[in-house]
Structures are given as structure tokens and as C-alpha cells.
């Protein structure tokens, strides 16, 4: 779809994240047992962009900046241990934004963000790399839908190959209107395990209402499924692995369904790939290295092999 040496542009907020597992969600005025914390990063894109590094794909994330405080320090130590490119810069006299994400053993996830001037900030920034990008990553959540219909017009204009990523979202009027004639647009979003049974629906609503050649819709467990105009709905079953934590498991799947998609590989191959990314993200620990496109691979070809049984 374009030539190999042109970078991924990935487009969304940075902020640090803090991961607690807890074994319930307490009611009003009640507490609960903190049973483990970690450290990794928000929101999808910064993830996106490190899973493609990963990969030796050359990679932009275009993002807002970040303070010098301990959250930024950690947001730094991440990027270089990742090797994520970046246009996000520490700026002294920014706070670092935080987001807290709760998962309990119901399966349930709860977050908090702190986001101090990221809508803004993202709504002003730079946009030039994605005239020379191969493809582009956009997060477009409500919280900064205003930044992402940038983004959408910028790629429009420039006739560059789109992921949107909804991640749950619903899908605005605002965005319909941005969407309806876009060219080489793919739209990925997730519904929880408990509502797999709506994610066909939901992905020609998705084609219903934009010019998406694909929605490609996520279900944790339950595996993915990508809808078009012109086929019949595909259906990627998950790798059963055991599952450590799912955060930003939709956003190691993005990852290696751009790399697939980058490469000239079908869609359903891509979504083999970007399923066993969102495996190995699910069932290591947040400091391990994130995986190798001969790791990919290998879990690629066992669901080919399941799919065949």
C-alpha cells in the first residue's frame, strides 16, 4: 500500500499509567486490598508505536508533551527503552498526565485520568510528519476527538492510509461527517467479552455510517472479526495464553495489524499477527521486551493451525 521506508505516524495522548490489581471493586466508602501495582504507559498509541518498534518498523508518535516531574521521568525511561520516536518533549512547566487503571478479578477494568491540558495541547500540535508517513495510527477517543478530526482531515487531504481506533468510544456525528469520504480508512474498536455477540453489528454499523473498507471489531477472549463491503465477515480466534493483565492488549493488536497491513499481507493475515500481539502483551509482565516478529509469527501459524482444525 506504500513504500516500505515510510514511518508509521502514531497520534494520541502520552501520559504515565499505574496499574493496580485488586481482588473487588469496593463500594462507596469502602477500600480494597491493593494486591499488586505496576508501571507502564497511556493510552493505546504510545503502545501501538512500541510494538511496531519492536518490530524494526520505522515509527513517529506524535503526542502531547510531558513535565520533568517523577511521572515524566518514568514516561522518558519508557520511550528510550522502546525506542519510540517522538515529537512529546519534556517541557518544565507541564504536569505530567496520569491515568490509574483498576482491574479486579471479576475481569472488570476502571480508570482514572488526570489529563491536565492534553486536549488542548494535541489540538496544537505538529502535524507535518504524517505528509511523508506509509500509514497512521489515530487514536479518537471523545477526550480528544477534537485533535483526532485534525488528524482525519490532515490524512484526507494527504490520501495517507488510516487506522482509526475508536477504542469503545461511540462513534460521533462529528466523526461520521470527517469519515464519510476518506479514502484507504480502516476503523478498529473492542466490545467486552460479555457483548461478542454485537460485534458484528457493531462493525457494519461501522462501515454503515463512514467509508471504512474494514471495521475490525476486538473481544478479548472471544478473538477478533473484520467486516468489509465486499466479504463476508472474518473471524480471528484469541491465542489461549495466561493472561497477566490486558492492558493495552487492543493496542499490541493494532500493532501488528499494521505491520501486516504495511507489508502487503491480507487482512486476515494481518489480524493473525496483530492477535498474537495482543497474546504476548496480555501474558508478560510489563517490563518485558515486547515481541519479535519471529515470535509473532510462530503464534501466527498455531492459530492457522487451530483454524484449520
Known amino acids: 500500500m506504500a513504500a516500505p521506508e ?16 485488586v481482588p473487588h471493586f469496593p463500594e462507596a466508602n469502602h477500600g480494597a486490598e491493593i494486591r499488586f501495582a ?40 519508557w520511550l ?13 512547566g507541564t504536569v505530567t498526565p496520569r491515568v490509574v487503571v483498576v482491574a479486579a478479578d471479576d475481569d472488570t477494568r476502571t480508570w482514572f485520568a ?24 489515530l487514536d479518537a477517543y471523545q477526550l ?43 476503523i478498529q ?12 453489528e457493531l462493525a457494519r454499523q461501522l462501515l454503515a455510517h463512514t467509508s471504512a473498507e474494514w471495521a475490525v471489531v476486538t473481544a478479548g477472549a472471544a478473538g477478533s472479526l473484520a467486516a468489509s463491503r465486499k466479504q463476508s465477515v472474518l473471524a480471528v480466534p484469541a491465542f489461549p495464553v495466561q493472561v497477566h ?21 491480507s487482512i486476515d493475515r494481518s489480524m493473525r499477527l496483530g492477535a498474537a500481539s495482543g497474546a504476548l502483551r496480555c501474558t508478560r509482565h ?10 509473532l509469527e510462530s503464534i501466527a501459524a498455531c492459530l492457522d493451525r487451530l483454524a484449520a482444525d
Open 245 to 265: 493483565h490486558t492492558h493495552c492488549a487492543g493496542a499490541a493488536f493494532s500493532g501488528g495489524l499494521l505491520y501486516g497491513l504495511r507489508e502487503g499481507m
Open 38 to 77: 505496576e508501571h507502564s504507559i497511556a493510552a493505546d498509541g504510545p503502545m501501538t508505536a512500541a510494538v511496531l518498534a519492536a518490530l524494526d518498523v520505522p515509527t513517529m508518535l506524535i503526542a502531547n508533551d510531558f513535565g520533568c516531574d517523577a511521572d515524566g521521568r518514568q514516561v522518558s525511561e
Open 144 to 186: 480528544i476527538e477534537n485533535a483526532a478530526l485534525r488528524v482525519i482531515r490532515a490524512t484526507r487531504a494527504g490520501g495517507t492510509p488510516l487506522l482509526l481506533n475508536l477504542g469503545g468510544s461511540p462513534l460521533s456525528d462529528a466523526l461520521q461527517l470527517e469519515l464519510r469520504n476518506h479514502e484507504n480508512l480502516l
Open 286 to 295: 510489563h517490563s518485558a521486551p515486547l515481541p519479535t516478529l519471529f515470535e
Open 114 to 137: 488526570h489529563l491536565p491540558g492534553v486536549a488542548g495541547s494535541l489540538e496544537r500540535v505538529d502535524l507535518s510528519t504524517i505528509a511523508c508517513a506509509s500509514f497512521v495510527y
Open 189 to 200: 474498536t473492542n466490545v467486552d467479552d460479555a457483548a461478542r455477540y454485537d460485534a458484528s
Open 80 to 92: 528510550q527503552r522502546h525506542g519510540v520516536q517522538t515529537t512529546a518533549a519534556v517541557n518544565a
Open 6 to 21: 515510510r514511518p508509521i505516524v502514531c497520534v494520541s495522548y502520552l501520559a504515565s499509567a499505574e496499574l493496580w490489581h
